[in-house]
């Protein structure tokens, strides 16, 4: 531990020598640099407190099946806050240890940091953990704060999706973040035929509201309660059903309303 905090001490030095002399260097203005100061000085603090996974070097060389039983045990409660995944479990959850582990890591934000900007393609969904964000859109009159356990862009697991405002940090926050094209890879390889019926089923609802509401990268109230209305409106397949029936048409259906076909109308 020591030995992390000189190393990360030599890489702060380094980084504030080669700050200073880019400022000198290109006659900055006394007012910029000191904004610049006062807003790094906040945020190196923040980098070195949060302690992450990725900082503890032995999570990445311990066997597998403790990797995934970790994950699991980190990320499963904030993936099953969006109702559909709650609902597949109730048909298997075979895959949850390996979505967790491999799609899903944990994100450091500092305050006054600018996470995302309108117009650009979400590659990743989020739910924060600590702290607060804001979002702003031309959209809307008001700014809207993110709170611990929202996810935000969630729409961009089910399909192509592009921001439609920014999103910053309040202050020190954490959040954890869902690759989509990881997801999309880790349930076409390990989820059941069946869940990925009720995926599909439920992707198909949910570009429905999407173009119906003209949702943003945050949900508002009206949200919630339509998608969690959609995701027990999915029916969950019956015990009866063969699974090893589920091939070409229904199975190639699924994955391809998880690869992200639907293109969404921001």
Same mark, same amino acid.
């Not at 899903?104 to 940091?113: F, H, I, K, Q, R």
């Not at 900007?117 to 031309?138: D, F, I, N, S, W």
């Not at 999103?167 to 926050?173: F, K, V, W």
């Not at 943003?216 to 059903?241: F, K, M, Q």
């Given at each position: 531990?020591?030995?992390?905090l000189?190393?990360?001490?030599?890489?702060?030095?380094?980084?504030?020598?080669s700050?200073?002399?880019?400022?000198?260097?290109?006659?900055? *203005?006394?007012t910029?640099?000191?904004?610049i100061?006062?807003?790094?000085?906040q945020?190196?603090?923040?980098r070195?407190?949060?302690?992450q996974?990725?900082?503890?070097?032995?999570?990445?060389?311990?066997?597998?099946?403790?990797?995934?039983?970790l994950?699991?045990?980190?990320?499963t409660?904030?993936?099953?806050l969006?109702?559909i995944?709650?609902?597949?479990?109730?048909?298997?959850?075979?895959?949850?240890p390996f +979505?967790?582990?491999?799609?899903?890591t944990?994100?450091?934000?500092?305050?006054l940091?600018e996470?995302?900007?309108?117009?650009?393609?979400?590659t990743c969904?989020?739910?924060?953990?600590?702290?607060q964000l804001?979002y702003?859109?031309r959209?809307?009159?008001e700014d +809207?704060d993110?709170?611990?356990?929202?996810?935000?862009?969630?729409? %961009?697991?089910?399909g192509?999706w592009?921001?439609?405002g920014?999103?910053?940090?309040q202050?020190p926050?954490?959040?954890?973040?869902?690759s989509?094209?990881?997801?999309?890879?880790?349930l076409?390889a *390990?989820?059941?035929?069946?869940?990925?019926?009720?995926?599909r089923?439920?992707a198909?609802?949910?570009?429905?509201?999407?173009s119906?509401?003209?949702?943003?990268?945050?949900?508002?109230?009206?949200?919630?309660?339509?998608?969690?209305?959609?995701?027990? %409106?999915?029916e969950?397949p019956?015990?009866?059903?063969?699974? %090893?029936s589920?091939?070409?048409?229904?199975?190639?259906?699924?994955?391809?309303?998880?690869r992200?076909?639907?293109?969404?109308?921001?």
């Amino acid at each position: 531990a020591m030995t992390q905090l000189l190393s990360l001490n030599a890489e702060q030095q380094r980084e504030m020598s080669s700050m200073r002399r880019f400022f000198r260097e290109r006659n900055i *203005s006394e007012t910029i640099r000191s904004r610049i100061w006062s807003c790094y000085r906040q945020q190196k603090n923040i980098r070195k407190n949060n302690l992450q996974k990725s900082d503890v070097a032995y999570f990445a060389w311990m066997p597998k099946r403790l990797k995934l039983m970790l994950d699991k045990e980190l990320y499963t409660h904030y993936l099953h806050l969006m109702l559909i995944f709650r609902r597949v479990e109730e048909v298997s959850s075979h895959h949850d240890p390996f +979505l967790c582990h491999a799609a899903m890591t944990e994100v450091n934000g500092s305050p006054l940091e600018e996470i995302f900007h309108p117009g650009k393609e979400a590659t990743c969904a989020m739910c924060l953990t600590v702290g607060q964000l804001q979002y702003k859109t031309r959209r809307l009159t008001e700014d +809207l704060d993110v709170g611990v356990e929202e996810w935000v862009s969630e729409a %961009a697991i089910w399909g192509k999706w592009v921001h439609t405002g920014v999103l910053s940090a309040q202050g020190p926050c954490r959040w954890i973040q869902l690759s989509v094209e990881i997801m999309r890879n880790e349930l076409t390889a *390990s989820a059941a035929p069946p869940v990925l019926r009720m995926l599909r089923e439920y992707a198909i609802l949910f570009v429905a509201h999407v173009s119906a509401s003209c949702m943003l990268d945050v949900r508002v109230e009206s949200d919630t309660e339509e998608l969690n209305d959609i995701a027990r %409106a999915v029916e969950i397949p019956s015990s009866e059903v063969n699974t %090893a029936s589920i091939t070409s048409s229904a199975l190639t259906g699924s994955a391809s309303a998880i690869r992200g076909v639907f293109r969404f109308n921001n």
